[in-house]
């Protein structure tokens, strides 16, 4: 089976930065994009950051798009987060998703496969 692993959550204070990794394994398919959602307490879960197609465009949420700085590609099929001037707000479950999709979204329902997560929390 297809398996999506993530690494390098943990607990850090307000103002400092995390890196998170993410690698597929399994069986051969034609991925488009990889990168990240997070399903922060109490609210629905949200597109992060994404790189996507062979120039390996990328893709971020406003929130973040400052602050985070998401690399890879699909052709290694891994990719990094790498996490800067972290918030209270940035504690979240961080997910890793990939899409066979050959057009590009943020909506959750257009990702094929994901991880199991990691989490992430930002004291103040």
């Known amino acids: 089976q297809v398996q999506l692993v993530e690494s390098g959550g943990g607990s850090v204070q307000a103002g400092g930065s995390l890196r998170l990794s993410c690698a597929v394994s399994g069986p051969p398919f034609s991925m488009y994009a990889m990168g990240w959602f997070r399903h922060p307490p109490g609210k629905e879960r949200e597109f992060v950051a994404a790189?996507?197609?062979?120039?390996?465009?990328?893709h971020y949420a406003d929130s973040v798009k400052d602050r985070f700085t998401i690399s890879g590609d699909i052709y290694k099929k891994a990719v990094n987060l790498q996490m800067g001037s972290l918030k209270p707000e940035d504690t979240a479950f961080y997910y890793c998703?990939?899409?066979?999709?050959?057009?590009?979204?943020?909506?959750?329902?257009?990702?094929?496969?994901w991880g199991q997560g990691t989490q992430v929390f930002v004291s103040s």
């Open positions: 998703a990939a899409t066979t999709s050959a057009t590009f979204s943020t909506n959750r329902a257009a990702w094929n496969y």
């Open positions: 790189v996507s197609g062979r120039t390996s465009d990328t």
